[in-house]
């Protein structure tokens, strides 16, 4: 376990008995109600024991509390992202978001190759943002090269693709939506074999 993980389960103890006076409860009580003795309660409460699912549950229930409140969330000490990068169809990717759902990020590398655009959609709204090279972006009926420095937005239930010039590596910042987690599917169905 890391030092986060012990720091919140060093609370629980003292965060179980807090609650517990709060609501006038004995360990008695609070045993006959939960089923758990007075004694694993005691150690519970103490930190002699560390708090499992099977015994925090029916505590929770008992005091008609939310499970989070009798654990807590640990501290979020160094605020910044350290993520590995993600290789996915040649390009690689960096996360710089934590938390899934939501507002999502990327800083991407697009090599320097030759490929044939594969239109795709997806739910959401992208937003791309050259950071170096030249980078480019075909969208329906447009095929764009984004230079250092430009940004574009758009919806991504229009067929898109983006990659390389062939000129050289592109790097770019990626945001978008939840919406914007699926899977790409094809624009375009493939031609019958």
Known sequence: MDDDT???LAEVGPRLRRIRKERGATLAGLSETTGISVST?????????KPSLELLLPIAR???VP????VGTPAVSDPRVRSE???????TYWPLTRQPGGL???KVLVPQREEEPDLRTHEG??????MSGRLRLVLAEHDVVLATGEAVEFDTRVPHWFGSTGEGPAEFLSLFGPQGERMHVRA???KAQ
Do not use: C, M, N, T
Request: aromatic share 10%; glycine share 6%.
């Open 67 to 70: 499970l989070d409140e009798l």
């Open 125 to 130: 709204y992208e937003w791309l943002y050259v």
């Open 41 to 49: 309660l005691s150690r519970l409460e103490s930190g002699l024991r």
């Open 104 to 106: 999502q990020a990327f």
């Open 188 to 190: 375009r169905p493939k």
């Open 62 to 64: 008992a005091h008609q």
């Open 6 to 8: 012990d720091e919140v």
């Open 85 to 91: 990068p993600i290789q996915r169809h040649g390009r």
